[in-house]
């Protein structure tokens, strides 16, 4: 079984400011992580993925994760966030063997003051 | 390319009621899937579709809850009758098919059941 944990539900930042969302996994099988963004009223959207190669993946809008196996992590940061970054931020597992069934984490809002 | 369209984007009703829900996934796409997701929550895998087949239903709640996508192309999603529980945003989402291809979400359709 696969279970996804995002330990933060809330995270405030201050705009230009560095940030980090947190994931931890739980899985028997290998999998295929991912980032995904949730902006207000508005569906789901690929932040970044990790399928093989490099641990360190970078993403869209300055986004980057890393993959640390044996810590079973994959952290989300940004160097320096903008007010626009404000929304919900999922990471998901994917098995390998059962690519395209995905397992969410609960979220992490993220919400960047001026 | 035109994205994941869902309709309606918002749907009111009484508890006991009935109610559809509509995904028009991206041309070509052979993949579907139907999320509920509760608030607070990550969103939780209903039904997976390959084509007109259904590869996965394991969590749709079969007493109440019935999906169709006849033509391999459009879905609908329906829940008969809505309990109070089903308040949610019901999320579809499509994929090519082959092995590492994305997730591509639709807008949702929030249901309030009162």
């Known amino acids: 079984a696969q279970s996804v944990t995002q330990l933060d539900s809330q995270v405030p930042v201050f705009e230009e400011a560095p940030v980090e969302l947190r994931c931890n996994y739980s899985s028997s099988v290998s999998v295929y992580l991912f980032w995904y963004v949730q902006y207000p009223n508005q569906g789901l959207q690929l932040l970044l993925k990790?399928?093989?190669?490099?641990?360190l993946v970078k993403g869209i809008n300055g986004f980057e994760a890393e993959f640390n196996k044996s810590q079973t992590s994959f952290h989300l940061r940004k160097p320096s966030v903008h007010i626009s970054d404000t929304a919900e931020y999922f990471c998901?597992?994917?098995?390998?063997?059962?690519?395209?069934?995905?397992?969410f984490g609960s979220g992490t809002k993220l919400n960047v003051k001026p | 390319e035109a994205g994941v369209a869902q309709s309606p984007r918002y749907k009111i009703i009484e508890k006991r009621q009935s109610v559809a829900f509509w995904c028009n996934p991206i041309?070509?796409?052979?993949?579907l899937y139907w999320y509920q997701q509760i608030l607070g929550q990550g969103p939780k895998l209903l039904i997976q579709?390959?084509?007109?087949?259904?590869?996965?239903d394991s969590q749709l709640p079969k007493d109440r809850f019935s999906a169709e996508r006849l033509k391999g192309v459009d879905s609908t999603l329906k829940i008969q009758p809505a309990k109070l529980e089903d308040s949610a945003v019901y999320l579809c989402a499509s994929a090519s098919g082959s092995s590492t291809d994305t997730q591509y979400f639709g807008p949702g359709t929030r249901l309030t059941v009162l």
């Open positions: 579709f390959q084509n007109n087949g259904v590869v996965d």
């Open positions: 041309s070509g796409h052979a993949t």
């Open positions: 990790y399928l093989s190669g490099s641990t």
């Open positions: 998901a597992v994917s098995p390998i063997a059962n690519f395209n069934k995905f397992y």
